[in-house]
């Protein structure tokens, strides 16, 4: 997280992000709020702002008990895997000819480099969206646009409308943006899912700039 304190320290000092700070501090101390307190930042925890080549982004963190680890599409290895994940693992196979892990935990993904990250970092249980536009947003659009302009050649995977309004914050001369509709089945089965072939898409644009390609296994 370091490495990220460092480039978003105005940011944490803004009146939106301590009045954010002090309504989450609030909520958890008055209902079930997930991810647990201490990974609220784990994506920022897990890939630092140096090793980012990829970032996917999500919306919210999963409402159910054990299943968010503040990784975006990520569950704990304990928990059944998700259907929107299931899509995900389903398309790196089909792409990448690979089987993937039998367990949804996607830290190392992280490890390589890949920002797991949500639009919005907590929700109150069984409450999807429960704390959208509370100054989430604000803040991880502002981590989008600090990738966006003091990096180069990182991939930027979009899946769905939400995550594609964020491409106005993105050069497409400086890094690779990937578009496509969202894995959740409800998206997927309609098309654009399947056969979008991001995954080696991202590691061929990756190669082609001398950066070590992402072992998505």
């Known amino acids: 997280m370091d490495s990220w304190k460092s480039r978003l320290g105005t940011e944490f000092a803004k009146p939106y992000f301590v009045e954010l700070t002090e309504r989450v501090r609030q ?13 609220i930042f784990n994506a920022f925890n897990q890939c630092s702002f140096e090793d980012c080549k990829v ?3 999500g919306q919210d963190p999963y409402h159910g008990p054990g299943q968010a680890n503040g990784l975006s599409f990520s569950v704990n290895s304990s928990m059944r895997i998700p259907p929107s994940l299931r899509n995900i693992f389903k398309e790196i196979e089909q792409d990448l000819g ?7 935990d996607l830290e190392r993904w992280a490890k390589q480099g890949v920002l797991l990250l949500n639009a919005t970092l ?3 249980a069984a409450t999807p969206g429960g704390h959208q536009k509370w100054g989430w947003e604000r803040f991880t659009d502002a981590v989008i646009d600090l990738i966006a302009q003091e990096k180069e050649h990182v991939v930027f995977m979009l899946w769905g409308s939400f995550a594609q309004k964020k491409a106005s914050f993105i050069e497409p001369k400086q890094h690779l943006i990937l578009r496509s509709t969202h894995p959740s089945p409800m998206s997927a089965n309609r098309g654009g899912w399947f056969g979008s072939g991001h995954f080696s898409r991202a590691n061929a644009y990756l190669r082609s700039h001398g950066l070590e390609e992402i072992d998505w296994k």
């Open 27 to 39: 909520a958890y101390s008055t209902q079930v709020v997930f991810p647990p307190g201490p990974q």
């Open 55 to 57: 970032v996917i982004l």
């Open 98 to 104: 690979i089987s993937t892990l039998p367990q949804g």
């Open 122 to 124: 907590t929700v109150p």
